[in-house]
């Protein structure tokens, strides 16, 4: 599976952004993914993760309200899209697949098996 992230950029606090994540090299529709972001000198963390169907998904409770996940399975590409955004959002987001699972793939990072090269998102003040 390879996974092609992009979207990311400059943005003021209280504004939007769409990440979008190309996949392709197996069946889209057949496992499950998800979104992480590393801010400087941070340890990367879950964002949001959806089901196969994109009708199940999670979201961490520090963007709970703001950010949507969701999936196009006829495009093979899955999205984040990111609202009312603070400057604590600036980071390097990841999109990332677990194959073997259909379902959550889980919070932690280990858990996915393959993951895109990353997206900078800077929100300024």
């Known amino acids: 599976v390879q996974l092609q992230?992009?979207?990311?950029?400059?943005?003021q606090a209280g504004g939007s952004l769409r990440l979008s994540c190309a996949a392709s090299g197996r069946t889209f529709?057949?496992?499950a993914m998800g979104w992480f972001r590393q801010a400087p000198g941070k340890e990367r963390e879950f964002v949001?993760?959806?089901?196969w169907s994109g009708g199940v998904t999670y979201i961490a409770?520090?963007?709970?309200?703001?950010?949507?996940?969701?999936?196009?399975?006829?495009?093979n590409t899955l999205y984040l899209q990111m609202n009312s955004l603070k400057p604590e959002d600036t980071a390097v987001y990841y999109c990332a697949a677990d194959i073997?699972?259909?379902y959550f793939a889980g919070w932690?990072?280990?858990?996915?098996?393959?993951?895109?090269?990353?997206?900078l998102v800077t929100v300024s003040s």
């Open 61 to 75: 409770d520090s963007v709970k309200g703001r950010f949507t996940i969701s999936r196009d399975n006829a495009k």
């Open 48 to 51: 949001a993760a959806i089901i």
């Open 29 to 31: 529709g057949g496992y």
């Open 100 to 102: 073997g699972s259909r």
């Open 5 to 11: 992230a992009s979207g990311g950029g400059l943005v």
């Open 108 to 119: 932690e990072g280990h858990e996915y098996d393959y993951w895109g090269q990353g997206t």
